[in-house]
């Protein structure tokens, strides 16, 4: 079955670090772009941060720039959110996602046809 799990979620004081990780059993992995995108309690979906099929090519909405980075590791089909600095604005269920697109388009897809969606991990983020 071809899916989406995502782990790393959990509790967090603000200022700290969490890493996100998405194992896909989409194939084949590189042909996918990745991205990360999140849902706050009463929110719409928002989009976080994407990488290329190759990993050459991030990009991540202005709020989390400097502070998240994207990485993806294609011999083992995974790809990663390290989260810096975090703060209490963050917290929420973050989704993995997969789409054969650019980075750029994949931004535009919180609502959109995403290939794969993962179950989502809930990220908390205390003062």
């Known amino acids: 079955q071809e899916q989406l799990v995502e782990s790393g979620g959990g509790l967090v004081q603000a200022g700290g670090s969490l890493r996100l990780s998405c194992t896909a059993s989409?194939?084949?992995?590189?042909?996918?772009?990745m991205g990360w995108f999140r849902q706050a309690p009463g929110k719409e979906r928002d989009f976080v941060a994407a990488?290329?099929?190759?990993?050459?090519?991030?990009y991540s909405a202005d709020s989390v720039k400097g502070r998240f980075t994207i990485s993806r590791d294609n011999a083992k089909n995974t790809v990663y959110l390290q989260m810096n600095s975090l703060k209490l604005e963050d917290t929420a269920v973050y989704y993995c996602?997969?789409?054969?697109?650019?980075?750029?388009?994949?931004?535009?897809?919180?609502?959109?046809?995403?290939?794969?969606w993962g179950q989502g991990t809930q990220v908390t983020v205390s003062s």
């Open positions: 989409i194939r084949p992995f590189n042909n996918y772009a």
């Open positions: 990488i290329s099929w190759s990993g050459r090519i991030t």
């Open positions: 996602a997969a789409a054969i697109t650019t980075p750029q388009t994949m931004a535009r897809m919180a609502d959109g046809p995403m290939g794969y």
